[in-house]
């Protein structure tokens, strides 16, 4: 009897099926019934050697329950008409010269019964006592439609996975559960986080290779108890999920329970529409500490419209689907892209945290180039906003966009944040908790165009004085606070509108200001007008502070109608 390589041990427990080695370096297992469970004693593969499997139908199910001590080490080649399912709690690796051509694939350091997997049911949990550790250095690929799955107690990837059409999950919990959706794709979910650390590494899902569904979706999540990794999610590879026919263009980044963060992105998340009638995709990062550093490109633009980019949270945190961070931070070389390309309305990109949100890159969110208007972008830290960072909302040949910052406290100053120490190379996450540090940086806020909402839960303050000299006629600047906006004799210009909301606290200190249309003040405090500081308003002028005083100075220059009540 010769001594194969390969496989070992294999035996039939479920289905129907045979196992045969033609060759020293070929294993071949036949199955014959829709499912099929094989129970091994070692399932490794040599570089010179390959695994085939002859399944009955593309949708056909082979479960490897893999019962070595040792991790399953796969150097060659796996290839497999149907979906391949290979479950070693002491882990699963693909080395650099591993291929794999397959239906769809499943690798687990999570453990699988026979039992549930017979029924249909494919929940994963992890083992006491195992590793339970995925690694891919190789190159897999999904046939159309098709999906790739890696989960475990850690999952890393720096090679190359290609499931386009289908979907890619890279997963980390203690129990995970995998499902069919209403168009038969697989799609999964993390029941339960990960209690404690397997392997002494400081990341649960790491990618620093390929990941490509394009037309498709892919998922990065990982759940894990509080100081178990210091990082949850870590991407610093390509993930390509591009949208095409308007169908898949879905990338999620989902991490909770990291020590120092739950999720960094330092690589590129392209979910752009593909072909010329798709618009932008779907692209989420959400956990507790969201960071996107280096030269980090998030891209949902797309030729009929952009798409959706949300980094931390949805619309003013008020989303009860989207989990809100507490941190988040972006680095003045991160780019931030849903843009409608030929035609169509730019896309709608929030950033936002429960704490503190830090930004220093650049969005842009443009309407189409023969049509459309430009889109929606909202960076917003409840407690606090530093705001150093570029928007772009422009519009050829449509309106331009809107821009919402919605802080509690919202200081406008012409000092740089970084020299707050707030942009910190060290650590995105390092705590700064002295409130002004915070700015609204002036000159970034004054190259915006389109219509600039600033939100203050408590008070607007300004620092320093605000031209917004890139908005446009049509365009407004708003200021809503829900104590004060208190102006310290700085003014603001503008070539649009101007409205002003404040409660209690007025509006208080107006320095010299300029306003190209319409100018209005709603009050439920004092207004008053700073010294002998002068007022110009082009159009139509509104003041309503109730029973409260209204203080105005002789030298204002009002050219249209002026209302106070």
Request: hydrophobic share 40%; glycine share 16%.
């Amino acid at each position: 009897m010769p001594l194969y390589a390969g496989p070992k041990g294999g035996t039939v427990v479920g289905g129907s099926g045979s196992i045969s080695q033609p060759d020293a370096n070929t294993t071949q297992v036949q199955q014959n019934s829709q499912r099929l469970a094989v129970q091994w004693d070692s399932f490794n593969v040599g570089a010179n050697e390959r695994v085939n499997f002859y399944q009955p139908s593309s949708s056909a199910w082979v479960l490897n329950q893999i019962l070595d001590q040792n991790a399953s080490v796969i150097r060659g080649q796996i290839n497999a008409n149907g979906n391949v399912i290979l479950v070693n709690g002491n882990g699963v690796y693909f080395s650099s010269t591993a291929q794999l051509s397959v239906g769809s694939l499943v690798a687990s350091g999570l453990g699988l019964s026979t039992e549930n997997f017979m029924a249909g049911q494919l929940k994963f949990e992890r083992q006491a006592g195992t590793s339970g550790r995925v690694v891919n250095r190789g190159v897999i690929q999904a046939a159309t439609g098709g999906s790739v799955s890696l989960l475990g107690a850690s999952v890393e990837n720096s090679g190359t996975i290609v499931a386009n059409a289908g979907r890619i999950h890279l997963g980390v919990g203690e129990r995970i559960t995998l499902d069919f959706d209403g168009d038969g794709l697989m799609r999964f979910a993390v029941d339960e986080a990960l209690r404690e650390q397997i392997d002494g590494l400081d990341t649960a899902i790491l990618n620093t290779g390929e990941l490509r569904a394009e037309g498709g979706q892919v998922v990065l999540e990982g759940r894990v108890a509080r100081d178990v990794f210091a990082h949850v999610v870590n991407n610093e590879g390509v993930i390509k999920a591009g949208r095409i026919d308007n169908a898949g263009g879905v990338i999620r980044l989902v991490g909770f329970g990291g020590s120092e963060s739950s999720v960094l992105n330092s690589g590129t998340l392209d979910a752009a529409g593909r072909d010329a009638s798709s618009t932008g995709g779907q692209v989420h990062v959400l956990g507790e500490r969201v960071a996107l550093t280096g030269n980090a490109l998030v891209d949902a633009s797309g030729a009929q419209g952009g798409g959706e980019i949300l980094i931390g949270g949805d619309y003013q945190g008020k989303n009860p689907d989207i989990p809100n961070a507490e941190r988040v931070f972006v680095g003045s070389g991160v780019r931030i892209k849903a843009d409608a390309i030929e035609r169509g309305n730019g896309g709608k990109v929030i950033l936002w945290a429960d704490g503190d949100t830090r930004y220093f890159g650049s969005i842009s969110a443009r309407g189409g180039a023969v049509g459309g208007n430009g889109g929606f972008v909202e960076v917003s830290g409840k407690q606090r906003l530093a705001f150093a960072g570029a928007v772009d909302l422009s519009a050829s040949d449509g309106q331009q966009g809107s821009l919402l910052l919605d802080p509690d406290n919202l200081y406008i100053s012409n000092t740089d944040p970084a020299a707050g120490q707030l942009e910190l190379v060290s650590g995105p996450f390092e705590a700064n908790d002295q409130i002004d540090d915070y700015w609204v940086n002036t000159a970034t806020l004054a190259a915006v165009s389109g219509n600039v909402t600033l939100l203050a839960g408590n008070d607007v303050i300004f620092l320093s004085d605000l031209s917004m000299a890139a908005q446009g006629a049509a365009d407004t600047l708003t200021l809503n606070a829900g104590h004060a906006i208190t102006m310290n004799g700085h003014g603001i210009t503008t070539v649009g509108s101007l409205s002003m909301t404040a409660g209690a606290g007025g509006v208080t200190g107006i320095g010299a200001s300029s306003v190209g249309v319409d100018f209005s003040i709603t009050s439920g405090g004092a207004v008053s007008q700073s010294g002998a500081q002068t007022l110009t308003v082009a159009g139509t002028t509104t003041l309503a502070a109730g029973s409260n005083t209204i203080t105005l100075n002789n030298a204002n220059n009002f050219g249209g109608t002026v209302t106070i009540t």
